[in-house]
């Protein structure tokens, strides 16, 4: 069996499919992720850190995904407002 490395490229709805990372790690049997972007040049936004519940599968749960598109779309909003 290999191991996913701990970062990983990501693609979210809406993200454009560039500068969305995923660190996922293993600790004591539970696996918890934080999701973050680089998207805008002069900072990282991180838009959710959580522990992941299910011990079934490797999708991230929905309501996660929610959350993580829109704290995408607040951060693109926060970018564009700082440059004016």
Do not use: C, N
């Not at 499919?17 to 996922?24: F, N, R």
């Not at 600790?27 to 838009?47: E, I, P, Q």
Request: aromatic share 8%.
């Amino acid at each position: 069996m290999t191991e996913e490395p701990p970062l990983k490229p990501v693609v979210w709805v809406g993200s454009g499919g560039a500068g969305v990372l995923e660190v996922v790690e293993d600790f004591r049997g539970d696996t918890f992720r934080a999701v973050y972007t680089l998207k805008y040049s002069d900072s990282v936004y991180v838009l959710h850190a959580f522990q992941k519940k299910s011990k079934s599968g490797r999708e991230t749960p929905r309501p996660d995904m929610e959350l993580i598109e829109q704290r995408l779309r607040e951060a693109e909003q926060i970018a564009k407002r700082s440059k004016s």
